[in-house]
């Protein structure tokens, strides 16, 4: 490359491009006005005033993209300390129905509970008084059955005892008959050996 440029056009759109007039202007290399060369200094300073202005937008793009990353940065902590505070309101929230609902629900075991209590002390009074009427009646219906057996046995011993006496009288008088028998059968077998 010798340094020249043909038949070249270069249109810029870019504000603040230095030397140039028109900020919207055509450059073309190959019309009447111009000369068909450009020399190679004149392209280095061109691109240089571009190079300077692209470096003029990058740096305002920069600029602009810091303002709006410390924009971005701010309403993002601002989120985060809004999200806090939220998670601190809604912890109370659930901490203070959490414990409402425990002591309620507390409250409502101690209630039943008691209620509990209350039917099983009343069943065991119920209970005690039954076993103190069943064990007077059955002290009751042990002496009715202990004066009924002592009778029973009183009765028992005075038939037997009357039965014995009875017996004895029986036994002592067929023991006289027998013995006469046997007086009578001795006198008659004396008799009958004589």
Partial sequence: MTGEIRELEIITSIPNLGNTKDENSIINLNTDDQPNNISRDQLQEYLNTVTQVIRAEI????????KQTAKL???VESLRSEIKRENKRLAKRFTAKFEAAHDKIREDFEVRLNSEILIVSERLDNVRKDNVNELVKLSSTIDEVYASVSEKIDTDVTQTSEAMTQTKKYVDNKFRVVSGDMKQVRRNADEFQK
């Fill in 59 to 66: 740096a305002a793009l920069q600029e602009e993209s810091k």
């Fill in 73 to 75: 940065t701010s309403a």
